[in-house]
């Protein structure tokens, strides 16, 4: 009934619709109130002056209307979830493009042929790229080859001369052996 009310009070509906909306306004109170609001607000808006429009009316509803169509758009368009699965998407494929090396690929199998040695290899003598003056040696390579320390002064440093109950001594060696 309310969608033909409008008619009714503009005096534009069928004949069948005006004795239905009649009928139905016999037996109720409420739409028969609801027609005395809207009647009598129709005649106070009829008395008002017409308002006086600025020269921009136009323009400007234009574009309110504009907007309003607008934010309806969005509103369609944010409730669906889509851009929510288009993100969630984007990072499933980056984070497959990511994975996707150590779930595939496989350290390849390589095979050398076997090294066959004849002698072992010479040493060349250890020389110092650099050094200090004082902190190595001036004696020849046959130095090094005899040892360091002798048999017994190196026992005497090691644990092995406490596991045996000896006490360890301790040897100063004179600037002259340098």
């Known amino acids: 009934m309310v969608a033909r009310f409008s008619e009714y009070l503009d005096g534009t509906a069928s004949e069948t619709d005006v004795a239905a909306i009649d009928r139905h306004l016999s037996e109720c109170n409420r739409c028969v109130r609801y027609r005395n609001v809207l009647v009598h607000g129709t005649k106070v808006l009829r008395t008002l002056p017409e308002p006086e429009l600025q020269e921009d009316f136009v323009p400007r509803l234009r574009h309110r209307l504009y907007h309003v169509d607008d934010e309806r758009t969005l509103r369609v368009h944010a409730?669906?979830?889509?851009?929510?699965?288009?993100?969630l998407g984007i990072a499933l494929l980056l984070t497959a493009a990511a994975w996707?090396?150590?779930?595939?690929?496989?350290?390849?199998?390589?095979?050398?042929?076997?090294i066959v040695v004849d002698r072992a290899p010479t040493r060349s003598p250890f020389r110092p790229a650099s050094s200090p003056p004082g902190m190595f040696s001036t004696k020849g390579d046959t130095d090094l080859d005899a040892g360091l320390w002798d048999g017994t002064l190196l026992y005497e440093y090691t644990p092995l001369s406490q596991r045996y109950g000896e006490?360890?001594?301790v040897r100063r060696v004179s600037q002259t052996d340098r």
Request: charged fraction near 10%; proline fraction near 19%; charge should be positive.
């Open 100 to 114: 996707s090396p150590l779930l595939v690929s496989r350290a390849p199998v390589v095979q050398l042929p076997p």
């Open 167 to 169: 006490r360890a001594r």
């Open 79 to 87: 409730s669906s979830g889509a851009p929510a699965m288009t993100v």
